[in-house]
């Protein structure tokens, strides 16, 4: 008869240690999360306003610092608010993206040796562990019993791809693309000596350069490094042409910040037109660019607006922003939502507006020369080539290579790529010269 009234208190009694245990367990995961997340703030402010690339300063990367300072700040006041399937996809969000960047800082360091902001990304390697881990912790506890558990836990595991997809892949693309790692540059064999050259943009940057100098009075810039694309240099210098090689901003031995899809690097090639315009060397205004993958996208763009500009070879470019991507039809339409998330990921980490689209600059270049070269195995939005030649004018040409990768024609086909690029060039910077192409 007094058994029931001596179990009810046990159970009220045993169930308050257990509260206290899961409450206690709940604030250790938010302080944990806001701890990790404060160390990726301190990278974020390094990365913005203190460890800058050469020739940029905090101001250049307003935008940059206070998004990701804001976005960070946020995540730490929704994450306790969230059960913890939410907690767990936002610590391996956090996670993921501070793995980047402790990929990008090492990946710099080996390669130039470490500066700036690379102290802080070494210290983004246990942060975005931590991070994983605590996702995984979380969503083992957030599994529940029942007959349809494993469809729930497979439809959750759907859902995590599709997120990443759309949202963590667009904005890791955005990272990488404005903080390419810098490569060393050795000196190099051109086929004949070449000086070093400093140029200096219209925006204050310093960029470098090697110039060969011309033997036949026409110059071509290779563009957007110097040790990128040498075999197709000593081509061009074998045939008596002048041959600056120039590492883009941010790239190498350029000051500035690198953005992989471009945007602002024209002005790159206007400071080379410029300088070779001055050159002794380079007669009646001969000059011409080469250039590969988003190289050939920023010489397209520069000859647009800039006259200077004779005669372009462009091999490999594709999609650069939303505006390009949006020509690929069905394809471009269903990847609509991580184009606009990667394009203004892109714009807020390099604080620049995305250009116009190749179509509608293209237009712009004739009566000059264009050459467009693409890859049957290419990448990066190179099926648009046909998109591009239709929209330019004449004189236009283009050539597909069926077997060759992103800017593998001179690889694939040597002797018919050195016959086709070294006629176009004879053709449109030597009017009258013999069309061997």
Same mark, same amino acid.
């Given at each position: 008869?007094?058994?029931?009234?001596?179990?009810?208190?046990?159970?009220?009694?045993?169930?308050?240690?257990?509260?206290?245990?899961? &409450?206690?367990?709940? @604030?250790?995961?938010?302080?944990?999360?806001?701890?990790?997340?404060?160390?990726?703030?301190?990278?974020?402010?390094? +990365?913005?306003?203190?460890?800058?690339?050469?020739?940029?300063?905090?101001? !250049?990367?307003?935008?940059?610092?206070?998004?990701?300072?804001?976005?960070?700040?946020?995540?730490?006041?929704?994450?306790?608010?969230?059960?913890?399937?939410?907690?767990?996809?936002?610590?391996?969000?956090?996670?993921?993206?501070?793995?980047?960047?402790? $990929?990008? $800082?090492?990946?710099?360091?080996?390669? &130039?040796?470490?500066?700036?902001?690379?102290?802080?990304?070494?210290?983004?390697?246990?942060?975005?562990?931590?991070?994983?881990?605590?996702?995984?912790?979380?969503?083992?506890?957030?599994?529940?019993?029942?007959?349809?558990?494993?469809?729930?836990?497979? $439809?959750?595991?759907?859902?995590?791809? #599709?997120? /990443?997809?759309?949202?963590?892949?667009?904005?890791?693309?955005?990272?990488?693309?404005?903080?390419?790692?810098?490569?060393?540059?050795?000196?190099? +064999?051109?086929?004949?000596?070449?000086?070093?050259?400093?140029?200096?943009?219209?925006?204050?940057?310093?960029?470098?350069?090697?110039?060969?100098?011309?033997?036949?009075?026409?110059?071509?810039? =290779?563009?957007?490094?110097?040790?990128?694309?040498?075999?197709?240099?000593?081509?061009?210098? @074998?045939?008596?042409?002048?041959?600056?090689?120039?590492?883009?901003?941010?790239?190498?031995?350029? +000051?500035?910040?690198?953005?992989?899809?471009?945007?602002?690097?024209?002005?790159?090639?206007?400071?080379?037109?410029?300088?070779?315009?001055?050159?002794?060397?380079?007669?009646?205004? @001969?000059?011409?660019?080469?250039?590969?993958?988003?190289?050939?996208?920023?010489?397209?763009?520069?000859?647009? =607006? !800039?006259?200077?500009?004779?005669?372009?070879?462009?091999?490999?470019?594709?999609?650069?922003? #939303? *505006?390009?991507?949006?020509? *690929?039809?069905?394809?471009?339409?269903?990847?609509?939502?991580?184009?606009?998330?990667?394009?203004? &990921?892109?714009?807020?980490?390099?604080?620049? &507006?995305?250009?116009? =689209?190749?179509?509608?600059?293209?237009?712009?270049?004739?009566?000059?020369?264009?050459?467009?070269?693409? $890859?049957?195995?290419? /990448?990066?939005?190179?099926?648009?080539?046909?998109?591009?030649?239709?929209?330019?004018?004449?004189?236009?040409?283009?050539?597909? #290579?069926?077997?060759?990768?992103?800017?593998?024609?001179?690889? /694939?086909?040597? !002797?018919?790529?050195?016959?086709?690029?070294?006629?176009?060039?004879? @053709?449109?910077?030597?009017?009258?010269?013999?069309?061997?192409?």
């Amino acid at each position: 008869m007094h058994a029931p009234a001596l179990e009810l208190p046990r159970v009220g009694w045993s169930s308050q240690p257990l509260l206290a245990r899961r &409450a206690a367990s709940v @604030r250790m995961d938010v302080l944990l999360f806001s701890a990790v997340a404060a160390i990726v703030a301190v990278h974020a402010a390094v +990365d913005s306003f203190i460890g800058t690339e050469p020739g940029t300063g905090p101001e !250049n990367h307003l935008l940059r610092g206070s998004m990701s300072l804001a976005l960070i700040g946020l995540a730490v006041a929704v994450y306790p608010r969230l059960a913890k399937g939410g907690r767990a996809a936002l610590a391996a969000v956090l996670g993921t993206l501070a793995l980047e960047g402790a $990929a990008l $800082a090492i990946a710099d360091a080996r390669a &130039a040796g470490a500066r700036g902001e690379d102290w802080t990304g070494f210290v983004l390697v246990p942060v975005g562990l931590l991070l994983c881990a605590l996702a995984v912790v979380l969503l083992w506890r957030s599994r529940k019993p029942g007959r349809f558990r494993y469809l729930r836990r497979g $439809a959750i595991a759907l859902m995590t791809v #599709i997120v /990443a997809y759309v949202l963590v892949v667009p904005v890791a693309m955005g990272i990488l693309a404005t903080h390419r790692p810098r490569a060393a540059v050795e000196p190099a +064999d051109l086929g004949r000596p070449y000086e070093e050259v400093t140029l200096r943009t219209s925006d204050g940057l310093n960029l470098a350069a090697w110039y060969v100098r011309s033997r036949n009075g026409a110059a071509l810039i =290779s563009y957007p490094t110097r040790h990128g694309k040498l075999p197709q240099a000593r081509m061009l210098v @074998r045939h008596g042409y002048g041959v600056f090689l120039l590492d883009a901003r941010g790239y190498d031995g350029s +000051d500035g910040d690198p953005n992989l899809f471009g945007w602002s690097d024209a002005k790159d090639i206007d400071a080379a037109v410029a300088w070779l315009q001055r050159r002794p060397d380079v007669e009646g205004g @001969r000059i011409g660019g080469i250039g590969f993958s988003v190289g050939g996208e920023m010489l397209l763009q520069a000859a647009a =607006s !800039n006259t200077g500009l004779r005669a372009v070879v462009s091999e490999g470019a594709g999609a650069r922003s #939303i *505006r390009e991507e949006l020509l *690929r039809g069905p394809q471009g339409w269903l990847a609509l939502p991580e184009a606009v998330l990667q394009t203004a &990921a892109v714009a807020v980490m390099s604080g620049t &507006a995305p250009p116009p =689209s190749l179509t509608d600059l293209l237009p712009q270049i004739a009566p000059r020369s264009t050459f467009l070269i693409y $890859a049957g195995r290419g /990448a990066g939005g190179e099926e648009l080539q046909p998109h591009y030649f239709e929209a330019l004018r004449q004189p236009k040409t283009i050539w597909m #290579i069926p077997e060759a990768g992103h800017t593998g024609g001179l690889s /694939a086909r040597p !002797n018919e790529y050195e016959r086709r690029v070294v006629g176009f060039f004879e @053709r449109t910077l030597f009017p009258g010269g013999e069309d061997t192409s």
